[in-house]
């Protein structure tokens, strides 16, 4: 009896791996290895279609893909909703020992594995983000880092965002205080305060990347204190727009465009384009350097892309200052404090 | 300044929000353990029901016909614990563990097979009680909410009844104290067992779909975040009485609620020890209490006939 339950068990597992873990992978049939073809893995903490962080390195790597000539000339693997460090620690190793070109851990918690692992395959890129740490001071030579400006983005859409509130008061839901949430959150209450002072922008941390529920109901918490214009960051916002949408106030998304969720009250996205930054590490990498730049996606090298819901009416003078506020912020005549 | 019945208003309302999927799924726990069956796979079981809702929803665009789905599938994954914890005789921790991941799973692999993306719903609407949702804030607080949140609030005192005034309570209450006296008195061990396991299975169901179609009206992968096992404590928290378990739910809910009304307000404690607080004084109360009140005596064994 008890051997039966083993098997049960395991095979519970086996089935949970195929649902999150490194065992998905997209191209399942195996394409012949020809010296030419450069192989990508990449290690995302939530799904490929989370349509925020993991999405937008993934629509990234497809766009490189579609660059180099399709899946001939590029093979992209992936092993998505890998929130626990210890497995994603193992499918980086995994990717590495089968000889994937470049490895992208795309997560700061995947940090301190990255670290131990890099130096045991120095033939094998890795890049890490977001952070601009390549370890270049611990002597590894092999991690490329990245990360994105999320608070130029975070400041424009903060600008329309006080132009078109109404109560003068804005809700954002983040996740948890740190890094690209809370470089994005700095950003878009600079931008809102420096359009109109008087406006009052509510922060709320929920403590958590997943929790749809506490997301959700921290933006009713916006709501009924009166906000009408929401934003948010991180995968868990999903269940923020929606209460967006049923209240009709307005919603600010970031990282990957989120409209399609609510086309009715989307206003703008702040929209994540890493091709940029991976153009450059696998032209790196074919010169022989395996790492040690950070790159930065910005307004100013097109990697942040302020992205417009066509279906949403914006008044034409509050789409002058969302413009007149990306070109200062690219000539460096807006600076934004985020310390 | 906001005004305070505004802020309190608003506390109480999403406090009442907040509170229904542990509802749903806690009942049916103690629906479980009142038996003799611990089933700590609620979590994956919630996000098996949650999807299934959401897509037969999504699908059809009825959202009743996802309640049916949620129902049909927390009753298959129920019957499969049943089996594992009646007649397998399995330690229960570990399976229900097993179970919990494979709910995990297979919610994402499906996800992904037949929807790949985030898509929306249109969830069960507000229903207005009439009269009682004119009243100054208490109508607002309880009487202005969708159906799905009333059912979690109506299933308290439906079980409460179940276990105190039916007999088939009685016999749920025996099994779970003392198997061998029932089994001797004719009652059906395994019968009352795959009863009380279905239903929680069905009901931690129904708490997903709680989630899925008619408070967030999506679905993400891994949307519960662990929900589930609130939902066990809450049931110790409760000493294994539906009454017990709503007041679990509601401080929860309450304190979660709290924390984020206190961001907003600004009040000057750091987000951290916030977003701890829910956690910190379940504990608390959970230390404070259970120790006076004794689980079901039979808890976690399984019956053995012996024949």
Redesign the interface.
């Known amino acids: 009896?008890?051997k039966?339950?083993f098997v049960?068990?395991i095979l519970?597992?086996a089935?949970?791996?195929?649902?999150?873990a490194p065992a998905e992978e997209a191209p399942a049939e195996e394409a012949p290895a020809t010296a030419e073809m450069f192989k990508v893995a990449v290690i995302m903490p939530?799904?490929i279609?989370?349509?925020a962080f993991s999405q937008s390195m993934y629509d990234a790597l497809l766009a490189i893909q579609e660059e180099m000539g399709g899946e001939e000339a590029m093979e992209i693997v992936y092993s998505e909703?890998m929130?626990v460090v210890d497995d994603a620690a193992a499918a980086i190793r995994d990717y590495a020992t089968e000889g994937y070109d470049l490895v992208i851990a795309h997560g700061s918690q995947y940090g301190s594995s990255l670290q131990e692992i890099a130096p045991d395959f120095p033939e094998t890129s890795f890049a890490w983000g977001t952070t601009l740490n390549t370890f270049s001071e611990e002597g590894i030579t092999n991690v490329f880092a990245y990360e994105a400006d999320s608070q130029e983005g975070g400041y424009v859409n903060g600008v329309i965002a006080a132009s078109l509130s109404e109560a003068g008061v804005i809700?954002v839901v983040g996740p948890i205080?740190a890094g690209d949430a809370s470089l994005y959150v700095k950003g878009f209450v600079a931008g809102a305060e420096a359009t109109n002072p008087d406006v009052t922008v509510?922060?709320?941390?929920?403590?958590?990347f997943?929790?749809?529920?506490?997301a959700?109901?921290?933006a009713?918490?916006?709501v009924?204190?009166?906000a009408d214009v929401l934003t948010g960051t991180a995968?868990?916002v999903?269940?923020a727009?929606?209460v967006a949408?049923e209240n009709g106030v307005l919603w600010f998304g970031t990282q990957s465009s989120q409209t399609?969720?609510?086309p009715d009250i989307v206003v703008a996205n702040q929209v994540y384009d890493w091709t940029v930054a991976l153009d450059e590490m696998i032209t790196l990498i074919g010169e022989g350097t395996y790492g040690g730049t950070a790159y930065t996606i910005t307004l100013e090298n097109g990697g942040i892309v302020m992205d417009y819901n066509s279906a949403y009416d914006l008044p034409e003078d509050v789409k002058a200052a969302a413009d007149a506020a990306v070109e200062g912020i690219i000539d460096g005549s807006i600076v934004i404090p985020v310390e | 300044m906001?005004s305070p019945e505004?802020i309190i208003?608003?506390v109480l309302?999403?406090t009442i929000?907040?509170a229904t999927?542990y509802l749903y799924a806690a009942i049916g726990e103690t629906f479980g353990q009142r038996s003799g069956v611990l089933n700590l796979g609620v979590d994956g079981q919630m996000l098996i029901g949650a999807f299934a809702a959401f897509y037969i929803a999504f699908t059809t665009g009825n959202l009743w016909l996802g309640v049916l789905a949620a129902v049909i599938v927390g009753a298959l994954m129920g019957l499969a614990m049943a089996f594992?914890s009646v007649n397998?005789?399995?330690?229960q921790g570990?399976?229900g563990?097993?179970?919990y991941?494979?709910g995990?799973?297979?919610?994402?692999?499906l996800?992904?097979m037949l929807l790949?993306?985030?898509e929306?719903v249109k969830g069960f609407p507000d229903l207005e009680i009439p009269f009682l949702s004119d009243i100054p804030y208490i109508g607002e607080i309880f009487f202005q909410h969708n159906i799905m949140v009333y059912g979690a609030f109506l299933l308290v005192p439906i079980a409460w009844f179940i276990f105190n005034k039916t007999t088939l309570g009685l016999k749920i209450r025996s099994v779970g104290e003392n198997p061998e006296a029932a089994d001797s008195l004719g009652v059906s061990v395994a019968r009352v067992r795959y009863f009380t396991i279905i239903l929680a299975g069905i009901l931690s169901g129904v708490a997903g779909a709680s989630?899925s179609i008619a408070?967030?009206?999506?679905f993400?992968?891994?949307?519960?975040?662990g929900?589930g096992f609130i939902a066990v404590a809450l049931v110790y928290f409760g000493a294994w009485r539906a009454f017990g378990v709503l007041a679990g739910a509601l401080l929860f809910s309450f304190v979660?609620?709290l924390q984020?009304?206190m961001?907003?307000?600004?009040i000057p404690i750091s987000?951290?020890l916030a977003?701890?607080l829910p956690y910190i004084l379940t504990i608390v109360v959970l230390v404070l209490t259970v120790s006076k009140v004794r689980p079901p005596s039979a808890l976690t064994k399984p019956f053995d006939r012996g024949d």
Do not use: Y
């Not at chain 2, 961001?263 to 600004?266: A, F, I, K, P």
């Open positions: 009896m008890k039966l339950l049960l068990v519970a597992l089935l949970t791996a195929c649902g999150g939530s799904s279609t989370d349509l909703g929130f809700g205080e509510n922060v709320n941390w929920i403590g958590s997943s929790d749809v529920a506490l959700s109901e921290a009713n918490t916006h009924a204190a009166g995968q868990m999903v269940g727009v929606g949408e399609s969720l609510a | 906001m505004l208003v608003g309302s999403s929000r907040l999927p594992v397998l005789q399995a330690e570990i399976s563990i097993g179970f991941l494979f995990l799973g297979m919610s994402e692999l996800f992904k790949g993306t985030v929306t989630m408070l967030l009206n999506v993400q992968q891994n949307m519960t975040s929900l979660n609620s984020l009304w961001q907003v307000l600004n987000t951290e977003i701890m």
